[in-house]
Nanobody
Framework: QLQLVESGGGLVQPGGSLRLSCAASGFTFDYHAIGWFRQAPGKERERVSCISSGGGITNYADSVKGRFTISRDNAKKTAYLQMNSLRPEDTAVYYC????????????WGQGTQVTVSS
């Protein structure tokens, strides 16, 4: 059964860190690029970061550049999003997506994990 399962979200104070994980099953993970997206209440979905199938190409939204790091471990079929220096505006539901096309926003999606940055 095809699945993407995000984990690692939670409540964190401003300036804190979280590491999100995206565990894949049921498809050939290392053929697929991975994207992290987020959606805050009342706002449109935003692309946060993407990583190519082999991990050699990454990109980041300007709003997270220098604070977030995307990575993947193809042997573990898992992608990660390390989030440092978190801000209240980072509060959102974070989703991972696996796609044959790099950073397209299509493909398979997980159910999301809530990240709340608040004091």
């Amino acid at each position: 059964q095809l699945q993407l399962v995000e984990s690692g979200g939670g409540l964190v104070q401003p300036g804190g860190s979280l590491r999100l994980s995206c565990a894949a099953s049921g498809f050939t993970f290392d053929y697929h690029a991975i994207g992290w997206f987020r959606q805050a209440p009342g706002k449109e979905r935003e692309r946060v970061s993407c990583i190519s199938s082999g991990g050699g190409i990454t990109n980041y939204a300007d709003s997270v550049k220098g604070r977030f790091t995307i990575s993947r471990d193809n042997a573990k079929k898992t992608a990660y999003l390390q989030m440092n220096s978190l801000r209240p505006e980072d509060t959102a539901v974070y989703y991972c997506a696996a796609d044959l096309n790099y950073c397209s926003g299509g493909g398979y999606w997980g159910q999301g994990t809530q990240v709340t940055v608040s004091s």
